[in-house]
Every structure is written in C-alpha cells, then in structure tokens.
C-alpha cells in the first residue's frame, strides 16, 4: 500500500541562519488527507515545494521524503509522481482544456482513441462534458479547479500535494470543490497532503491536522 | 536532466558567449590599442610609439571632429530624454501605454540610417517641406543655397537621432512603468496638493530613470559613434570623429591607418567620458530635484512645459512619418522638378529592376538577418533556460558581459577585429557580417526577452514537472509556446537590428557583400533620389513586415485563447 513519509524535514531558506519551522516526521497512509496549518510564512508551501521536488535556488533542506518505500529526495519532480495543486489551477493557457487533461494523462495509455476516451470521461466526471476544445480562460473558477485536478490524477500520482487549493475560490464553489477533491482522492487512494490555514479545510478534511510553528 | 546538467548548460552558454562575443571584442580592442601606439605588423609596424596620436591629432579637422563628437551626442541625448520625459508627463493618463505603443512601433522597426535619408529628403533646401512652401511663401523657384543638411553646427544630425530616439526612449519608459506603482503614488501625491506634471516628474520619474538607465547610456553611447547617420546628415568637413576615422580606415593610403586606430580609442574615451559627464548631471539633477522636494512647493500650473514636450514629441514622430512617406513618394517618382509639392511623374520602374543591385542587396539583408536573429534567439533561450535549470541565482557580472558591445562603441574594436580574423587567416564574407551581427543583435534580443521570460509563472513549469514532464518537454511543450509573442517580438527586434548594422556590414565584409543599409548610405551622398529611396524604403519595409509578422502569428495562433492575447508579461 502506498504511504508518504516525510522523515526529519528542516528547511532553511535563502540568507536565513535558521531552519523555518522544527524538523518534521509524518507518515500519511494511502486515502489519507492531512493537512498542515499554521501561520502565514512558516513555511507551509515550502514544505509542499520540498516534498514535491520543487524548492527554488537557495534553500538548503535536510530530510527525505518515501514514497510507497522508494527514497525520492533526489529525484528531480517529473520522476516522483507526486501530484501537485495550487491555488490557482495552473492550466496551460495556450492548450485547451482537453489538451491540458491530455498533457496530463500517464503515458501508460498509449492507443490515441484510448487516450481520448479517457479524458472525454474525466471531463465528464467533473462536469465538463464537452469542453474538450474550450479556452481555459473562458471557464469559470470552479471549472477551471476541478479540470486542475483532473489534469493532476489522470497522471496517476503516488501521492498528491494541495497547496491552498480552495483559497481562490468563494461560498458555495469552494464547499463543492472541496468535496469534490476529496471524494476523488478517496477514490484513488492515495496519500494527500494538504497545506491550508483555513480551519474549515481541515475540518472538512475529517482527518488529523498538524500545526507548523516557527522554530 | 538534473541541476548539475542545467549548469553544464549554464556554463557552455557561457563559454559560446565568452568564446564568441567577449574575446573578440576584447580581441578587437587590442589590436586597435596596438594600432594606435604604432604596432601593427601587417602593414610593417612594430615600434611601439606615440607617433599616431601625433598624427591623428595633426590631421585637419580632428579637434573640431571631437568637439563636434561630443557635442551632437551629448546633446542629441539630453533632448530626446527630455521631449520623451516630458511626452511621457503629458501622455500619463491621457494615453495609454498600448495607444502610444501602437504610434511609436513603426519607428522602432525603421533602421535609423532609412529614417536619415527620408529626413534629408524632407528638410532639404530642396526637400519636401521647401517645396510645399514655394514658390508662394519663399520665393524660391530654384533649391536655396543653404547648408540645412550637413550643416556644420550637427544640427540635422541631432534632429535625426531625435527622431528615432524620442520614440525609443518613450517605449522603455512605458514598459519601466509598469514596475513603478504610479498610479497610487499619483492619487497619494496629488492628495497631498502636487499636480499631476509635478508627481510625475519629481516622484515617478526618478524610480522609472532608474530602470531605464541601461537604454540611455545605450542611446548616449550610440549618438556619439554613429557612423551611418553621421554621413547622411552630420556636418561633411570635418564630420564628427566616427565618420572621419571610419574614412581614414577605409582609405587607401595604409599611412592613415595607426591615426585611425588612434583616433578610434580616442572615440572609446569620449563615449567612457561622456557617460561619466552624464553620471555626474544625474547626480546634479537629483540633488536638485531633492531639494525641490523637500521645499514642499505645490504647483499644479505647469502643464505648459509638459504640453510643449509633447508637442516636440508629436513633430518628431510626424517627421519621421513625413521621412517614411517621402521615401515610399521618391521611390515611384519618374519626374519631380522643384519647387512641385507632388511629383508630376510616377514610374515604379525602379522596383522593376532587382538586378540592378536592390535585388541582391535585399537578399543578403534578409539572409543575414535572418541567421543572425536565429542564432541569437537561440542563445538566449539557452542562457535563460540554463539559468532556470542550473537553479542558481542570475549572475549579474556575465549580464553586464552581454550588453558589452551596446556600450563599447563599434569603430572602437571592429578594425582590430578585422585584424584578428586576418591573423587568424578568416577571410572576410557573408558568415564573417553574420557572426560580426549576432554580436550586435544578441543583447538587444536578450534585453527584449528577459523580462518576459522571467515573468513567466514558475508554478505552470512546477505544475507540468509534477505531471512527469522532463525538462525538454516543459521547455518545447509549455514554456515557448506560451512565451510565443515575447520571443518572436524579441526576435523582430534582432532583425531590425541587423538590418540596420552599417559598420559592422562594412568591416567584416570586406567590401563585398552589400546590404540595403550599406547600399542605401553610400547613394545618399548625392546619388538619384529616385535610386536611394528604393534601397531606404526596403530597409525600412523590411523589417516593418518582420514586426507584424511577429504581432500577428502568435495573434493568429491564441486567436481562441484569452489568456495569451493580453499584453505580454
């Protein structure tokens, strides 16, 4: 079963002398969202940035991050298969949004009729039916975050990491989008990491909760 | 692909620009420092001497020439900043940054030495705008003998800058504005009682001044060592210093050749002392514009002096219009005796006939242009790649490196150059101009993409790395499309900066491949008009169709995406 452990994880950023937040171990099981709170500028996305590969020049880290067994720490991003959502949905301006779910979609369904197939039933399960060839642009938020999502699970990621991914989003989008996400992570059972500073998230989460303080 | 790769990417970069851009220029100035003080063997020199700063200085007409030098530079450079300065007072809030960009665009694609040549047609005793006003007003049934063009003081030489320069420095000051927060600084001062002319000068000026300081000292460097609209325009005898020592250069007498070399360090020093004379009025500009600000004066009555800026503005841009439209009427011209406003004959034999030598020169323009921009664009992809995969952060001194031959002007290195590549037995020719070029086109290309290019939302690469694609495929698939408009713009630039090179055409090409910029310079010294406007009305046209066509591809191409048809990033 796939779990995601991050095992004694002390992050310093550029021209700091000491790490931001005490060094941090986590064991998040398969179907399992947690979700890490705390202040504004602990740290929360960088610690997302680290688990997924993407921390900028500078940063000095310690710590390693398992996936289902497998040590990733070195690997670069695009060979963890860690998904990852921001808070804005991130699709690629210049592809439709069939395309972006294509740009997505794991190698591993080769056949081009397959491939289609699978991203016409991922539009349909996010209430996109037949907006293969729309603009992005042209959707309204909760579309274009629930097509983010779709883009991110029809790679097939071990795990998934959602950086804030509700916070763009108001009232009753929010509430659906965040339901949404978390009946399709189920789903997939994989393990989630969520970093949010909204109590609801996590409630809405129904699962534990860690807090980051600085060091 | 991991860092360590990004950084060997980083550092062949590095090696093809060190290798390919400094070492020549630092090559080229060497050779040019040996010529001046006596050593050059090719001609049989090998003492070490002060003779030909002696003889530079000797020469007629070399101290008038560097006086002339410094003056048309310095204040041709001082004017366009002010008229622009003040146009852009006058513009903020009337004009928006895409209505002025659309008026002014046309005239950052034209080569200077085009512009030059249509202005000589229009200001001319027997130009355009004489012959519009005679007889009835002046007169004049016959040219008058009037020195406007080359005249001595250099003010037509300074008119042209003028011309191409004040749009120049009006685009890099719209696109430093949008790094300034101006429009709430403005709603804060003008709370506090400033006028609008006021906060603009005294507060948002001197932080957008700040960014664009690179273009002015660029402009600066490039008005005191043109070479081609000095001849077209600049006072004939003496010229200023650039025009007589490519003169001496090019002479058949090999005797003027350690003088030349000489008198081009001279033209390095007087661009380096130019600018430190500038740095120090900056300096002198800011203390007093401090201690304005500290007085506290209010004054919202002086829209009169930012009215009259852009009134000069508005001429120089509708000169230069008049300069493009009397190339285009000349071209087609059979008969246009004075003082007729129109041409009584039209003929577009001229553009019937490519073989007579237009032909051939556009060719090698656009081939040229065309290899040039390529490599060029594909260098700084690869430097701006290499620096986001080497995830370290921007080296500022190999930058500095890069806009090298922008500052250093080209008289200074390129006849060391010239001596380099004999010594190193290339001969001159076609791929000599291109490499010579590419030095010349790929800052420009670099400073026209980087802005973009760094802009771009690293999360979108992050987000296309998490879904497993590997760094090739984030570069082809995601990061160049949606940096389609800013990299063809850039690449736009480059060409017309390569269809505008003269000296380096010149140079390396050993006399033998003409272009339309080198052509078009050597008929406006009395040839047919008729002949010179079919060459300067290519020039101009050009690259005019490179800068649409990069505006309308991508347009063409995210014609169904909005999020891309917005201004570029």
């Known amino acids: 079963m796939n779990a995601l452990e991050l095992i004694d994880i002390s992050i310093t950023p550029p021209g700091a002398t000491a790490p931001l937040f005490p060094p941090v171990t986590l064991t998040i099981p398969a179907g399992e969202v947690l979700a890490v709170m705390g202040p504004s500028g602990v740290g929360k996305s960088t610690?997302?940035?680290?688990?997924?590969?993407h921390l900028g020049a500078g940063f000095r880290a310690s710590g390693r991050v398992?996936?289902?067994?497998?040590?990733?720490?070195?690997?670069?991003p695009e060979r963890r298969g860690i998904g990852i959502l921001f808070q804005d949905p991130m699709l690629f301006p210049h592809l439709s949004v069939g395309e972006n779910l294509a740009f997505g979609l794991t190698r591993r369904v080769a056949r081009r009729s397959e491939r289609r197939a699978r991203v016409e039933a991922a539009l349909a399960r996010a209430g996109l039916d037949g907006l293969y060839d729309r603009d992005p642009a042209t959707l309204s938020g909760g579309q274009r975050a629930r097509a983010a999502l779709m883009r991110s699970l029809l790679a097939e990621p071990g795990a998934l990491l959602l950086d804030e991914p509700f916070a763009g989003l108001d009232g009753e989008t929010r509430r659906d989008f965040r339901s949404f996400v978390f009946a399709h992570?189920?789903?997939?059972?994989?393990?989630?990491?969520?970093v949010t500073h909204d109590a609801d998230d996590a409630e809405a989460a129904g699962t534990r909760q860690v807090v980051l303080r600085h060091e | 692909m991991t860092r360590s790769d990004g950084r060997g990417l980083r550092a062949t970069v590095l090696a093809v620009v060190l290798a390919g851009l400094v070492l020549p220029i630092a090559a080229g100035l060497w050779h040019t420092v040996a010529a001046a003080f006596g050593h050059l063997p090719a001609i049989g020199k090998t003492e070490w001497s002060l003779e030909p700063w002696r003889q530079f200085l000797a020469l007629p007409g070399a101290w008038t020439s560097v006086k002339l030098t410094l003056w048309t530079g310095l204040a041709s450079t001082a004017l366009s900043l002010l008229?622009?300065?003040?146009?852009?007072?006058?513009?903020?809030?009337?004009?928006?940054p895409r209505a002025i960009g659309r008026l002014i665009a046309p005239f950052l694609a034209v080569p200077h030495a085009a512009l030059a040549i249509g202005l000589a047609f229009v200001i001319a005793p027997s130009g355009w705008i004489a012959r519009s006003v005679s007889p009835w007003a002046t007169g004049w049934s016959v040219p008058p003998d009037?020195?406007?063009?080359?005249?001595?003081?250099?003010l037509s030489l300074i008119l042209g800058l003028m011309v191409k320069e004040v749009p120049f420095l009006l685009l890099v000051m719209l696109a430093a504005?949008?790094?300034?927060?101006?429009?709430?600084q403005m709603r804060a001062c003008r709370a506090l009682g400033y006028g609008r002319s006021q906060v603009w000068l005294l507060i948002v000026f001197p932080q957008v001044y700040v960014q664009i300081r690179l273009a002015v000292y660029v402009?600066?460097?490039?008005?005191?060592?043109?070479?081609?609209?000095?001849?077209?325009?600049?006072?004939?005898?003496?010229p200023v210093l650039a025009v007589a020592l490519t003169r001496w250069f090019l002479a058949p007498d090999t005797k003027l050749i350690l003088p030349a070399s000489a008198a081009a360090i001279a033209q390095a020093l007087i661009v380096l002392f130019a600018i430190l004379i500038w740095r120090r009025g900056e300096v002198a500009v800011a203390h007093l514009g401090r201690a304005w600000i500290c007085r506290g004066t209010r004054s919202q009555t002086w829209t009169w002096s930012s009215s009259a800026a852009a009134v000069s503005a508005g001429c120089c841009l509708a000169l230069g219009m008049l300069a493009l439209i009397a190339l285009a009427l000349w071209s087609v011209t059979w008969r246009w005796s004075f003082p007729a406003a129109l041409p009584e004959m039209f003929s577009v034999g001229a553009w019937l006939?490519?073989?007579?030598?237009?032909?051939?020169?556009?060719l090698n323009t656009a081939v040229i242009g065309v290899l040039a921009t390529g490599l060029a664009t594909v260098l700084a992809v690869a430097w701006l790649e290499g620096e986001d995969r080497a995830g370290l952060p921007r080296a500022r001194w190999a930058e500095g490196l890069i806009y090298l031959p922008l500052i250093v002007p080209q008289v200074a290195f390129l006849y060391g150059l010239q001596v380099a590549f004999v010594w190193a037995g290339i001969a001159g020719g076609v791929a000599a101009v291109i490499w010579a070029q590419t030095l010349f086109v790929f800052p420009y290309v670099m400073l026209a993409l980087s802005r973009s290019w760094r802009a771009l939302d690293q999360r979108l690469v992050s987000s296309a790395a998490a879904l497993g694609a590997g760094p090739i495929r984030r570069l082809l698939a995601i990061k160049l499309p949606i940096l389609l408009r800013p990299l063809l713009t850039a690449a736009a630039v480059g060409f017309a900066v390569s269809v505008a090179q003269y000296l380096p055409t010149l140079f390396m090409g050993a006399g033998r491949v003409p272009t339309l910029t080198t052509e078009a310079v050597t008929l406006s010294s009395g040839s047919d008009r008729r002949v010179t406007a079919v060459y300067a009305t290519l020039q101009s046209a050009l690259p005019f169709l490179v800068y649409s066509a990069a505006l309308a591809v991508p347009a063409w191409a995210f014609r169904n995406r909005r999020g891309l048809t917005g201004d570029p990033a």
């Not at chain 1, 398992?66 to 670069?76: A, C, I, P, Y």
């Not at chain 2, 008229?83 to 928006?96: I, K, M, Q």
């Not at chain 2, 009037?146 to 250099?154: F, N, S």
């Open chain 2, 146 to 154: 009037l020195a406007i063009v080359h005249d001595p003081l250099g």
């Open chain 2, 177 to 184: 504005m949008s790094q300034v927060p101006a429009a709430a």
């Open chain 1, 185 to 194: 992570v189920k789903e997939h059972v994989i393990p989630v990491l969520m």
């Open chain 2, 219 to 238: 402009v600066l460097s490039f008005a005191l060592s043109v070479v081609d609209v000095g001849l077209v325009l600049g006072p004939s005898n003496p």
């Open chain 1, 47 to 53: 610690l997302i940035d680290f688990v997924g590969g």
């Open chain 2, 83 to 96: 008229v622009a300065v003040g146009a852009a007072t006058w513009c903020y809030g009337r004009l928006g």
């Open chain 2, 353 to 362: 006939r490519p073989g007579s030598g237009w032909g051939r020169a556009a």
């Open chain 1, 66 to 76: 398992v996936l289902d067994g497998r040590d990733v720490t070195q690997l670069v």
